[in-house]
């Protein structure tokens, strides 16, 4: 049993393991990241490139945050998969427990797929690297082995199950990669404007494989969502940019948000809110420099749109309702009135401000208004923007009944909530 081996024995033990059964570089590092063990002996050296200190540098990077990121035990326990601007993936296991003072291990580095020539060049450009290192880097590629998705997220679960002796799912595993992923905007917040990450891509593949991704946002099952994320392969994804493989990569994710857009909205997302989305998701996805954080940003729009469906069929409103919300939604800088809303679902006043109480626990007025305070938040948190400016934009009669209603929604007032967040 591994659990009778003592820390020097059994570490090495489980290099060879995995070295043997996947063909892939093994690293034990120590806590004060210098090499332990490595399989094979010698490292795989990545060619000069402009942008890099090599990939051991960025390894151990990458062992330091994944030691430095979970909140509890067995957070900080579960594996990394972590993929360079370069396409190289890796896993990262920081030993806890018992083990803790032991360091990290590593597996990689490995490719999704073979890399070809093509891909290669606009890889490079991406990077500034100048076209006549191109062979050198394709030799270099070559001696990586290839390990598709699902093969490393396995080596991955085999690695954690051999070091802790514990079971883990790949939905955890990802679960897990998400919630370490900085998926915000810059100075955004993940209500702040409906959200901005995502992760990979899925085009030029089998239909039928497409297909059940989106069923799984438009039923909002986000575990279904990830476990048919990790069956598609890399080498079927299209080519959308011949000049630039991250250009591609953004076009592809672009798409597949739009996709993912309309299968929220057939799954009774409200239309706006699915549009305010794939706007925020896609303007983040544009600010974004490598292929890793593409690919990661795409999976978490992704789980974004099945969340909000999930959110929205647990409310359990009636059409009439959902459709005052969404008109709310989208003219919340408008006058807005019981008599409008009866004309909008063309339903007696009366009848209407009954039913959407009965449904949501709020009268009409009120749930304007704490939409309007909610509103008033955001736009709080973003500069140049006056308590009296955004008091009228959100038609309050006046900054005093503002503050009132703000105190009424929030237990304080506007000048302390952005003195709060210190905001000026």
């Given at each position: ?65 994944a ?38 291990l ?20 991406d ?20 390990l ?5 997220y396995h080596?991955?679960?085999l690695?954690y ?6 079971a883990?799912?790949?939905?955890e ?6 919630k ?35 069923r ?17 392969n ?9 000049k ?17 857009t ?6 009774g ?27 990661r ?10 969340d ?60 304007i ?23 009228t ?25 952005r ?6």
């Amino acid at each position: 049993m591994l659990d009778q081996l003592e820390d020097d024995e059994r570490i090495p033990y489980i290099c060879r393991l995995l070295y043997e059964a996947y063909r892939i570089p093994v690293i034990w590092l120590n806590t004060e990241g210098e090499t332990e063990q490595a399989l094979p002996q010698f490292y795989q050296a990545r060619p000069p490139a402009q942008d890099s200190q090599g990939l051991l540098a960025e390894v151990r990077e990458h062992v330091l945050d994944a030691a430095n990121s979970g909140s509890d035990a067995r957070t900080a326990a579960l594996p990394q998969i972590c993929t360079t601007a370069y396409l190289e993936n890796f896993v990262v296991l920081p030993l806890s427990g018992e083990l803790k003072l032991a360091g990290t291990l590593v597996i990689g580095p490995s490719l999704y797929t073979s890399m070809n020539e093509e891909t290669a060049a606009s890889l490079l450009r991406d990077h500034n690297i100048s076209s006549g290192q191109l062979e050198v880097w394709l030799q270099y590629y070559d001696l990586l082995p290839v390990l598709d998705r699902m093969r490393l997220y396995h080596a991955a679960i085999l690695l954690y199950t051999l070091v802790t002796g514990q079971a883990l799912t790949i939905n955890e595993l990802l679960l897990d990669s998400l919630k370490l992923q900085p998926a915000q905007l810059e100075g955004g917040a993940p209500d702040l404007d409906l959200s901005y990450r995502r992760e990979n891509t899925w085009l030029h593949h089998d239909p039928s494989q497409e297909r059940e991704l989106f069923r799984h946002i438009r039923n909002g099952d986000k575990e279904g969502l990830l476990q048919t994320h990790a069956g598609f392969n890399e080498d079927q994804y299209g080519l959308l940019s011949k000049k630039s493989q991250l250009r591609s990569k953004k076009n592809l994710a672009i798409t597949s948000i739009t996709l993912a857009t309309r299968a929220a909205m057939d799954g009774g997302l409200f239309w706006e809110i699915a549009y305010t989305l794939s706007d925020f998701h896609i303007q983040h996805i544009e600010e974004l420099k490598d292929i890793p954080a593409v690919d990661r940003a795409l999976l978490a729009a992704l789980c974004d749109f099945a969340d909000h469906v999930k959110d929205n069929h647990r409310s359990k409103l009636s059409r009439t309702s959902a459709l005052c919300q969404n008109y709310i939604f989208n003219h919340l800088y408008e006058e807005l009135s019981l008599s409008k809303l009866a004309g909008v679902t063309g339903l007696n006043a009366s009848y209407l401000s009954q039913l959407f109480k009965k449904e949501t626990g709020l009268a009409v007025s009120d749930y304007i208004q704490r939409e309007r305070i909610g509103e008033a938040k955001r736009l709080m948190e973003l500069p140049g923007i006056t308590l009296s400016d955004i008091a009228t934009r959100l038609h309050f009669n006046d900054q005093s009944y503002f503050t009132k209603v703000f105190k009424k929604y929030t237990g304080m007032t506007p000048k302390q909530f952005r003195h709060d967040r210190g905001i000026t």
